[in-house]
């Protein structure tokens, strides 16, 4: 049962353009949701988050979309560079001792 | 500021042959602690989590262990492994209580012959 998911396995976008990465939930319990970069070999370093008070969260590059009537949340990268091609993950916290459940990934690959 | 260890980077290891990768944290106290394991082309899948010393939660029924031994120390074990175990092994670390991140190691790739 994949709670967390990531229907787009990989995605090319053009350098300066933007990045819409998009996740979608099953579980309303879901209260805090973060996104994560994967470089191969390496673990993944935390990028962005929101709770579910919220439904926009910008830290620079990186602005986080969360629509709770339709458990989906997004992350937008603007302008994208390809020092962003990597794996991103969307993860849930579920409340219980910051645990977080894990999508599948999406491998995004700027192109010069 | 805060570090995690995770050791060995790489491990080759026969079918049916023990195991024990390690993780520890440095710079700070009471951590929960993860360990996750992604699979070839596959999420993170957290295999067990801990809040505090001796406290050990196992999310999936698998082959393997996990321990706590001291405070920002993490082991994974297995008394024999299986082809089925091979992957990349993460450990990760969290402030205890309210919402917070996770912060990764730098992963044990497992390969089992």
């Known amino acids: 049962d994949q709670q967390v998911k990531q229907n787009s396995p990989s995605l090319s976008v053009q350098e300066g353009r933007i990045s819409i990465l998009n996740c979608d939930y099953t579980?309303?319990?879901?209260?805090?949701f973060l996104w994560y970069k994967k470089y191969p070999a390496e673990g993944p370093t935390f990028l962005i988050s929101?709770?579910?008070?919220?439904d926009k969260n910008e830290d620079g590059r990186f602005t986080v979309f969360l629509n709770k009537s339709a458990k989906h949340l997004s992350l937008h990268i603007v302008p994208s560079q390809p020092g962003d091609s990597a794996v991103y993950f969307c993860?849930?916290?579920?409340?219980?001792?910051?645990?977080?459940?894990f999508g599948t990934g999406t491998r995004l690959q700027v192109t010069l | 500021s805060q570090t995690i260890h995770q050791w060995p980077a790489t491990l080759v290891q026969p079918v049916g042959s023990p195991l024990s990768l390690e993780c520890t944290v440095e710079?700070?106290?009471?951590?929960?602690l993860y360990w996750y394991r992604q699979a070839a082309g596959r999420g993170l899948q957290l295999l067990f989590y801990?809040?505090?010393?001796?406290?050990i939660s196992s999310e999936v029924p698998q082959n393997l262990s996990a321990s706590r031994p001291q405070d920002r120390q993490f082991i994974l074990s297995s008394k024999k492994l299986l082809l089925s175990d091979s992957g990349f092994y993460l450990c990760?670390?969290?402030?205890?209580?309210?919402?917070?991140?996770?912060?990764f190691g730098p992963g044990t790739r497992l390969t089992v012959l």
């Open positions: 710079g700070t106290s009471n951590p929960n």
């Open positions: 801990s809040v505090g010393i001796g406290q």
């Open positions: 929101i709770s579910s008070i919220k």
């Open positions: 579980n309303s319990m879901f209260d805090y």
């Open positions: 990760a670390w969290s402030i205890s209580g309210g919402y917070n991140e996770q912060f």
């Open positions: 993860a849930a916290h579920t409340g219980t001792a910051s645990k977080l459940t």
